[in-house]
């Protein structure tokens, strides 16, 4: 209690800390990332149990790994997209945004460009892909309270679930043709 009524000089000039062992005092102190990576190289792997240990999202263990050269293909809606998840990976790396409305536009631009062109080709991996982008953008921009630029993603990824919506009821209706014609 005495403590919290002097300055940091005065207890430190009280007790004669000298720099030496203030320094030693914060050597003493071990950080986060300096903790994971202990725990993950004494041989604790599990992300899920470092989280708990380590009172850490899995998110920032896994950069913290990833970064350090000590893991890879851990993915989920915070992950770098400097570490690729698949052969898609590199035509969104970078390039996404949600900073404004303009930016949260010209990413889903990109999506949409992409996503046609693997429609195109037949690639439903490469849609697939597109189509988290999407997914995962529109949760970053919402959880970091950008409704505006949100919404940009959101009503692109109804779109896309739409049109499936339309194409599946088409092909039911196709199907149902078929078979009343065999029954003739």
Known sequence: ??????????????????????????????????????????????????????????????????????????????????????????????????????TARQSVELIERYYRQFETAGDRAGQHHALMMAMTMFDRARWTRKPREAEIFRQWLVARLTEARLFEETERGRDKETRRQGDT
Do not use: C, W
Request: proline content about 2%.
């Open 1 to 102: 209690m005495y403590r919290d009524l002097i300055s940091d000089s005065e207890y430190d000039n009280e007790y004669e800390f000298t720099g030496a062992e203030r320094a030693a005092e914060k050597e003493r102190r071990v950080s986060k990332k300096d903790q994971i990576i202990s725990l993950f190289t004494s041989g604790i792997s599990s992300v899920e149990d470092l989280a708990m240990i380590t009172r850490a999202r899995p998110s920032y263990i896994a950069s913290v790994l990833q970064e350090a050269g000590l893991m890879s293909g851990y993915f989920d809606l915070y992950t770098t997209t400097s570490h690729p998840m698949n052969v898609y990976s590199k035509f969104f790396a970078g390039r996404l945004g949600y900073r404004d409305e303009a």
